[in-house]
């Protein structure tokens, strides 16, 4: 892990002193048997977990797998298969996933256009799906015989279309005011503020300001699949209240549980990599002194690069 990195790379490292104070915030399988509790991080493979997580304890789920793609998760690696192949490897975990979720709760699983067709067959087995959010998602070098991937979905569903739980208010978009439209002198539906022109909107189920994280932002990690802060932010505010508990089965390097921490809710996440599961135990202790989401301050999201440098980063 100990690799030469520029003077301004402030992606994320653990030590191997680190790494023995950081191993007793990690619980193991046996640990979901005999004390478990809220606010876990497991280092073990979900599906010896399954059948230890209590049902109906979530009040939201949100799930990152591994896409239909070859990657290397640090040694460990995941082969793309046949889409139904994919489909059936799915299926053997998310029903008894969806077990875990309360009558009232929502689920979000994210993928990519190769994968996200048997996602959504699947889920809609179990959930009814109320919406697919596209990220607009920059990354990587362009392909040379095929269009460059710039985009994934995020599948959100829920048990019960008539109860569950839904804020809007929490997820406006301050967004740059490009005609300023007066009505006798005064700004129509926006404000003047010292830092600009901005609107406040409501956000629709195409996300084009998140960046994925890189290596100047300091919830940068060496996982290879990390989602964005700003993006769990968002499903994390508008699909669970303070204090409410969140599960992430596929928690990678903690995006989810750090977000969750950082936002007042409970969360419980479960990864197989030992490695990974020591970076989101330091990027729970670092939540604790720092509790900042880049682009989310004050209340709203801000679009990107418009986020005034007070809250001590740009976006
Ligand atoms: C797409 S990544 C999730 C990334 C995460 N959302 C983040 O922000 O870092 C999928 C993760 O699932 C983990 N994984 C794969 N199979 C697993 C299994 N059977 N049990 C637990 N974790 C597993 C991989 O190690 C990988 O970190």
Redesign the pocket.
Known sequence: MDKRRAKRNRTLTVSADEAATLEPLISATEDLRTDFRDDMIVN????DCLDLLPNEYFDLIII????NLDKN?HG?K?LSMKSDDYEEFLRS?FGKVCDKLKPTGSLYM?GDWKCSSSMQRVIEERLTILSRITWQREKGRGAKANWKNGMEDIWFAVKNPKHYYFDIASVMMKRKVLAPYRVEGKPKDWDDTVDGKFRLTHPSNFWDDISIPFWSMPEN?D?P???PEKL?AKLILASSKPGDRIL?????????VVVAKKLGRHFCG????RD?CLWAAKRLLMADANPDIQGYADGVFWERNTQPMKHGCDN
């Open positions: 073990a493979d979900l599906f990152d797998p591994p896409y998760f460990r995941f975990w994210c990690t996982h699949t990390q989602k769990y992430d089965p596929f928690a990678g390097s903690g995006t989810a479960i990864e197989i990599n990974y």
